[in-house]
């Protein structure tokens, strides 16, 4: 009897232990035109301007950042970006704004972009177009449904606006 007894003692114990598959880890890219990439790469002209990106301190993260109610910051554990941030949004604006006739340096300073639990993305900072005054913008989009693909794709959306806005003003 004593021997049934630890016996399952035993199985009990290795049936705890035994854990839950562990969840993976998501990485995520902006979206950049891969053709539009390569024939930037490949022009032999001279470079009219460049894009800069500055990231507040917040957004230096590898994770994707949720706002819950207007003050509380979550970053996504298994959600993350596949590359820095600063370099993906400068591939993003150098291929809406380098096909430009008017192509001048920009400088780009974010200070928001998250999403949120309410389901809109915002996009908060200021541009500055060579040594002009600085401009700046706030940009919220709506997603389209729940989840993380459509944060990506509501905040392309946003950072397409944000390239209109900035080639306006050019």
Partial sequence: M??????ALIGLCCLSCSSAPEPTINYYILPISAKVENSLKSTNQPDLG??????APLLQKENLQ??????????????????????????????QLKPLNNFKNVTIQFEKLHGSTAGVVSLQGYFVI????????????K???AG????????TEGLLSLSQKIASVM
């Fill in 2 to 7: 004593y021997r049934y007894i630890c016996v």
């Fill in 50 to 55: 460049k894009v800069t990106i500055v990231l």
């Fill in 130 to 141: 060579e040594q002009q005054a600085s401009q700046a913008f706030l940009i919220e989009k």
């Fill in 66 to 95: 949720i706002m819950q109610g207007d003050a509380q910051v979550v970053f996504a554990h298994y959600h993350r970006w596949a590359q820095p941030l600063d370099y993906m949004l400068k591939q993003v604006f150098e291929q």
């Fill in 148 to 155: 993380y693909p459509a944060m990506l794709e509501a905040m």
């Fill in 143 to 145: 997603q389209s449904q």
